[in-house]
């Protein structure tokens, strides 16, 4: 058998969806939509909670955070799919694969940890309120934050180079539409098993354990919405809560499956479908559930727009 190292194959050749002719394009234009709506909602975000100094709170720097890291990750994944259906090529060269791969694992490992530190925020803010300035001051949330790109950034680069050196059979036919690992690991014809290793570590402490926090904040924070005697505050909490955790339900439902699921379980097939889930439906729900149904960002934005004189027809719309 013909054995290749990375370095010597030039080019990635991506399978995507061509099992699927008479439904491409239907998935082209959804992507497409998804990647506009996703630009478009965490642009907003983040430019609303610069300008507006009223958002200069944990929660806006948290889901700005949240904004620019899900535009890079969303780019790094639907962009050069969506380039190659256009130019009908679907290669990729190998920087281009090891800098995706990297990126993704990166962005999405990130959003991991910062999830689970924003259910944390939302917890002391409800359970805590009379602290919750002390408890999370700016010195506290910008460590945080940092905390959580760094960690990202570190297990992606742990997993990432410890695929660059295996050996792969020859073949460079990526049965995906991205250098997503699992896919790639496929074309390796020798011992994965301190790799896979590596990614069950990363992914048990990266998966399971920050969803486990995140539970733990909302059952904290529920109990508290509970003694709220207000009906239409609790339904409101209610609604906020449940809006949040079908959020992180499906990111992590998603995710979790992907990277946890038994060995016997095997299918490309799904595995493409669900990378889209996370990849590109998460991103473009996050800004819209967790910021442009909120109060203060609509008065934030209507204020925004409110000075162009051309935007009566969108402060109209956000009445």
Known sequence: MFLANWTSVKVFFFLGFSQYPKVQVIIFVVCLLMYLITL???VIL????I????????????????SFLDIWYTS????????NFVSGRNTISFSGCATQMYLSLAMGSTECVLLSMMAYDRYVAICNPLRYPVIMNRRT?????????????????VETMSVLPLSLCGNSIINHFTCEI??????????????QLIMLVISVLLLPLPMLLICIS???????ILRISSVEGRSKAFSTCTAHLMVVVLFYGTALSMYLKPSA?????????????YAGLTPMLNPIIYSLRNKEVKVSLKKLLIRNPFNTACISILK
């Open 40 to 42: 478009l909602g965490n």
């Open 46 to 49: 983040i430019s609303i909670t």
């Open 51 to 66: 300008l507006d100094s009223h958002l200069h709170t944990p929660m806006y720097l948290f889901l700005s955070n949240l």
């Open 76 to 83: 790094s994944t639907l962009t050069p799919m969506l380039a």
């Open 141 to 157: 949330c910008v460590q945080i934050a940092a905390g959580s790109w760094m960690t990202g950034c570190l297990t992606a680069l």
């Open 182 to 195: 699992l896919a790639v690991l496929k074309l390796v014809c020798v011992d994965t098993s301190l790799v």
């Open 218 to 224: 909302y059952a904290f924070i529920l109990t508290s």
């Open 265 to 277: 379980v095997d299918s490309q097939e799904i595995d493409k479908f669900m990378a889209l889930v």
